[in-house]
C-alpha cells in the first residue's frame, strides 16, 4: 500500500510487478512513520469503507469494517424519511445513508468541527451535496451540524437515529496504532465506556417518531450491559445484530411506550 501511494499506482500494480523492486521518493520516511505504529489510513489519507474510499486524518476516529454491520442493519429499515447520524466523525455512516438511499433526508452531527470538515471533504469527492438545512431528495446529500450528540438539535424528529459512539472505557488497554494517533474523543467514554450510551438512552426519546428507531454499535462484550442501560431509560431492545465475525455489534431499540 505505501509503495503504490508513493508512485501513484493502485495496489494491483504493485502486486503484479513485485519482482522488479521498487524505491519511490518518500518510501522510507512513510515506512518509517508505518514502523512507529502510525496507523497506515492516516498515511495515506484514506480509508475504504463500503466499497468507497473516505478522507481520514488524524483529527476523525478511522472507518472500521465491522461499523458495516450497523450500516447494513440501517438500510434494511422501511417507511424512513428523516435520519440522523450521531458523532459521525469520517461521515462514513451518514454519506453511505445518502449514497445507498437517495431519497433519505440524513443529519449528521459531531462535536468537532475538524471531523466535519473531514466529512465535507469526502463528501465533496463522493458527490455529495452539503447543506445546512434539511437536503432534497433524489440526490445524495447530507446536513452536517456541529453538536454535542443532541445538544446542537431543535424540536425535530427522525425515524432513524444510528449512532457509532466513544465506547472504550479510561482504563481499557488499546494497541499503539489505537491509543497513540486516534482521537480520544472518539474513543473513550468515562470510567465503565457507557458515558455517551447512557446520554442517547436518557435524551434519544425526543428526537425520535413513534414509530422510529434507534441504532447504536456497541464493543465487544458490551452487549448484556448496554442492553440493561437503554431499558432503564424505557428502551425495549427489539434486535441484536452480530458483524461478520459473529460479536454482537448493533443494538436495534424503540421506546417501550410505542
Not at 6 to 13: A, C, I, K, N, P
Not at 102 to 121: G, Y
Not at 147 to 154: P, V, Y
Not at 189 to 202: C, N, S
Request: glycine share 8%; net charge negative; proline share 6%.
Amino acid at each position: 500500500m505505501l509503495v503504490a501511494h508513493t508512485l501513484g499506482v493502485e495496489r494491483v500494480y504493485v502486486l503484479a510487478h513485485s519482482a522488479d523492486g521498487f524505491k519511490g521518493k518518500g518510501l522510507d520516511a512513510l515506512c518509517e512513520r508505518r514502523a512507529a505504529r502510525e496507523p497506515l489510513a492516516y498515511i495515506l489519507g484514506w480509508r475504504e469503507f463500503y466499497g468507497r474510499r473516505f478522507v481520514v486524518t488524524p483529527g476523525v476516529l478511522i472507518p472500521r469494517q465491522e461499523t458495516e454491520t450497523l450500516v447494513d442493519t440501517a438500510l434494511a429499515e422501511k417507511h424512513v424519511k428523516d435520519v440522523i447520524d450521531i458523532g459521525t466523525g469520517s461521515g462514513c455512516i451518514a454519506l453511505t445513508l445518502a449514497l445507498e438511499r437517495q431519497d433519505w433526508n440524513v443529519t449528521a452531527t459531531d462535536i468537532s468541527e475538524k471531523a466535519l470538515d473531514v466529512a465535507r471533504k469526502s463528501a465533496e469527492s463522493l458527490s455529495v451535496g452539503v447543506s445546512q438545512t434539511l437536503p432534497s431528495p433524489r440526490r445524495p446529500a447530507v446536513r452536517l451540524l456541529l453538536s454535542d450528540l443532541f445538544a446542537g438539535l431543535n424540536s425535530e424528529q427522525y425515524d432513524l437515529i444510528v449512532s457509532n459512539p466513544p465506547y472504550v472505557a479510561d482504563s481499557d488497554p488499546l494497541p499503539p496504532e489505537v491509543r497513540d494517533y486516534e482521537p480520544h474523543t472518539a474513543l473513550y467514554a468515562g470510567p465503565d465506556g457507557f458515558a455517551v450510551f447512557r446520554t442517547l438512552a436518557e435524551e434519544a426519546h425526543a428526537f425520535l417518531r413513534p414509530s422510529g428507531a434507534l441504532m447504536v454499535e456497541i464493543g465487544d462484550g458490551q452487549s448484556e450491559r448496554v442492553q440493561k442501560q437503554f431499558e432503564e431509560f424505557g428502551w425495549h431492545v427489539e434486535r441484536v445484530v452480530n458483524d461478520l465475525s459473529g460479536t454482537e455489534r448493533v443494538l436495534v431499540l424503540k421506546p417501550l411506550d410505542v
